[in-house]
């Protein structure tokens, strides 16, 4: 499965010189194939998709890869679920190397997944939508919030009672590529694609 959408910060795809946002540029936000797949069956599916693409006027495509490891918490122990990626199907298919996303912290949960901050901030201003991420940890074994608990108090102790740990994510690494016949020139610089998950 392949898919070319809007992503979360509009701002990334302003990279193309001369181009709309979402009618003419987009993210390839997902990725996924089975394990079976044949060794270079990435690269047939984004080249066919971008084929497509083109057809319907996109002009350029930007994609992220991260490097960070993703464990598990499990009845057994830790389990790795994900190595990082740092994205050589993006460099096979002629996508070009920008560097890094901002480092930030992660909250990482239990499960492997993170707690946005956008999703702990609904839980402390009690905005639309908590009731749902809240729902999240108490599904990881998180205390129930009592009648009358700020949300700001609640989140932390629920944090705490699922084993919550707090991690610091140097980046995402970014790619950029122009498809279809008319080359679409990048505003910002290439670098050399990293080789490992450590490289910077």
């Known amino acids: 499965m392949l898919s070319l959408g809007i992503p979360m910060n509009g701002a990334v795809l302003d990279i193309f010189e001369g181009t709309g946002r979402y009618t003419e540029t987009l993210e390839l936000n997902r990725l996924v ?3 079976r797949a044949e060794s270079n069956a990435e690269s047939w ?3 066919r998709a971008f084929k497509a693409a083109a057809l319907q006027g996109i002009r350029g495509v930007v994609a992220h890869s991260d490097p960070q490891p993703r464990t598990r918490q499990t009845p057994d122990g830790p389990e790795l679920i994900s190595p990082g990626h740092i994205g050589h199907v993006y460099v096979a298919q002629d996508f070009l190397y920008l560097g890094r996303t901002r480092p930030r912290r992660l909250t990482v949960l239990p499960d492997a997944t993170v707690l946005s ?3 702990a901030a609904k839980i402390r201003r009690d905005e639309v939508g908590h009731r749902g991420a809240a729902r999240r ?5 998180a205390p ?3 009648p009358g608990e700020d949300g700001t108090r609640w989140l932390a102790r629920a ?6 740990t707090t991690v610091h994510h140097p980046g995402n690494h970014r790619f950029a590529r122009s498809i279809g ?3 679409t020139r990048l505003a910002c610089t290439a670098y050399p694609a990293p080789r490992t ?3 910077t």
């Open 33 to 35: 194939l089975l394990d």
């Open 45 to 47: 599916l984004c080249s």
């Open 117 to 119: 901050d956008r999703a």
């Open 137 to 141: 940890l108490t599904n990881l074994g």
């Open 144 to 146: 129930p919030r009592q």
């Open 159 to 164: 944090l705490e009672a699922i084993g919550a």
């Open 181 to 183: 016949r008319h080359r």
């Open 197 to 199: 998950t450590s490289s």
